[in-house]
């Protein structure tokens, strides 16, 4: 009997994750990708000795990585060179007080205290809380495969509705742990990875504090991309094809089927189709337009960022591996950049210096600093001048800085490279340039988010951020597998 061929639309780490499994599976697998290397999202740039990660920093939730790479027969911890980041973040507020988020916990204590005298208190019942939201969270919304309704609406999902407070905001269910809003701010800010302000997100996530408190924010030596290396070892083990700076033009659809795929052209047939390229680009752009494009594009988006990449001719000590600039102004940071699509005033913003964890990634004496600062996605009109905003970021990066004492870093700087959305959108397809797709509120979650299958051309399945389980880089893995393991049971 013919082997039964996939085709994979996109080489991200849902699409490489999807192929080893399937290859494995003794399928024939092409992985097609737009670029010229694999990666997507979790991408590098190298120049002049100084290696950027243009993507992702950290390695959150090393539990899910652990089990994934497991799924995939392997072992991440000798597949990657890990190091714990601790202090995880160091946190710099507007009046210059800064806490730094240790497992060290009697240092944690003694700079908590200082905040708000009896919040270390505060933080034991909050972390209490997280762990309850993680261990019920990852169970019930993030691995399961709800393949319908009643997986998800059973009596047994029932407690969830007060175990993993869906319904409360996660900034107000703060207050039953902290008063000084800095504390607030600092066990609340990672929901923007979910695309979230906590003013909206549900208190559910207080999961990403806890899981980078108690299991670590991680770091592979040689960067992220090492994560696309290893996929990518797996990959030829397994046998998957890859066809690089080749774009998919359209998925060729036949009466309820995905036939194959139309490259330069021509078409290339397949039994089944997994589209790893962000799933609202592929109803725009790569399917019939039949209404389902445009009720996506009324879906909420995460924001976007603007990224500064500088190699830079001193080290900046006071910068720290991951240093988080926390504005006062939190609350309309946020509506500014989720409500108002814009560039905060005064933008809370992120310096990833690699080089404090690996000596590597700059030449001697030298550093390398990626500036990351939150904006609002594209919109609908266009209107935003990105050229613009760009270069007002820049300037509140140098501004920001000042409060570490940092005054000189413009005359340091060898040279720059930058990312705006419109670069998001260009170089992955991402829709709106949002960098980490559909956000995660309350109807855009779990069960809520895009199926990994296409209800109506039933061999064209999905895997990445903007579908089940969502954003995040074990979540893509986590994303690739359910897909792969339902074209195995259907094929
Ligand atoms: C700035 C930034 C920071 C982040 N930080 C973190 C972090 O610290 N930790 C973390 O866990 N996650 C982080 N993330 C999120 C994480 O990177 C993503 O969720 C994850 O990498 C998405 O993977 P994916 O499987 O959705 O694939 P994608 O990365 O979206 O890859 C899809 C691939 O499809 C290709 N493609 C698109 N269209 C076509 C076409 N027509 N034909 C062929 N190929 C096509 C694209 O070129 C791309 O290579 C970050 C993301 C960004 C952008």
Request: charge should be neutral; hydrophobic fraction near 40%; aromatic fraction near 10%.
């Amino acid at each position: 009997m013919k082997t039964k061929n996939v085709i994979v639309i996109g080489a991200g780490i849902g699409g490489i994750t999807a192929a080893v499994h399937l290859a494995k599976h003794g399928l024939k697998v092409t992985v097609i990708e737009k670029n010229d290397h694999p990666g997507g999202r979790c991408d590098r740039i190298s120049r002049e000795g100084h290696h950027f990660d243009t993507g992702p920093t950290l390695m959150v939730m090393p539990l899910l990585y652990e089990a994934e790479f497991a799924a995939l027969g392997a072992s991440m911890r000798e597949m990657l060179d890990l190091q714990r980041v601790d202090p995880t973040y160091h946190l710099v507020f507007d009046d210059g007080s800064q806490l730094a988020l240790t497992s060290d916990m009697k240092s944690l204590q003694e700079q908590l205290e200082k905040f708000e005298p009896g919040s270390f208190q505060g933080l034991l019942r909050y972390m209490n809380e997280g762990h309850r939201h993680y261990l019920l969270s990852i169970k019930n919304l993030v691995y399961p495969d709800f393949r319908k309704a009643s997986d998800f609406f059973k009596i047994g999902n029932l407690p969830l509705l007060h175990q993993v407070k869906p319904l409360v905001k996660h900034f107000a269910n703060m207050s039953n742990y902290f008063k000084d809003p800095r504390l607030k701010a600092a066990f609340t800010f990672q929901d923007v990875y979910m695309g979230l302000s906590p003013f909206e997100a549900p208190a559910t996530f207080s999961m990403m504090p806890y899981t980078e408190l108690a299991h670590g924010v991680w770091y592979p030596k040689g960067g992220m991309v090492q994560v696309v290396e290893a996929l990518m070892s797996l990959s030829r083990e397994a046998g998957v094809e890859f066809t690089f700076n080749k774009a998919v033009e359209r998925i060729d659809i036949n009466e309820k089927r995905a036939h194959g795929v139309v490259v330069d052209g021509q078409m290339l047939e397949a039994d089944a189709i997994l589209a790893n390229a962000d799933l609202p680009y592929v109803y725009q752009n790569l399917l019939p337009q039949d209404g389902q494009a445009k009720k996506l594009d009324r879906k909420r988006y995460s924001c976007s960022v603007i990224s500064f990449f500088w190699g830079v001719d001193k080290v900046y000590d006071s910068l720290k591996p991951h240093t988080l600039f926390l504005a006062s102004d939190y609350r309309e940071n946020f509506d500014s950049i989720i409500r108002d699509l814009g560039l905060p005033d005064n933008p809370s913003l992120y310096i990833h210096a690699p080089v404090r964890l690996d000596p590597s990634m700059a030449p001697q004496g030298q550093d390398t600093l990626i500036a990351i600062v939150p904006v609002g996605h594209m919109s609908e009109s266009g209107g935003q001048d990105w050229e613009a905003i760009r270069d007002q970021a820049r300037n509140k990066v140098f501004r920001r800085l000042q409060t570490l004492g940092i005054h000189d870093l413009e005359e340091h700087i060898k040279f720059e490279m930058n990312f705006t959305p419109l670069s998001w959108q260009k170089r992955y397809n991402l829709a709106k340039g949002s960098t980490h797709g559909l956000c995660h509120n309350l109807m855009q979650l779990g069960y809520f988010r895009p199926d990994n299958q296409h209800p109506r051309y039933q061999n064209l399945y999905f895997a990445g951020a903007s579908t089940r389980p969502g954003t995040g880089m074990p979540t893509a893995m986590i994303s690739g597998r359910l897909a792969a393991q339902r074209i195995m049971d259907n094929l």
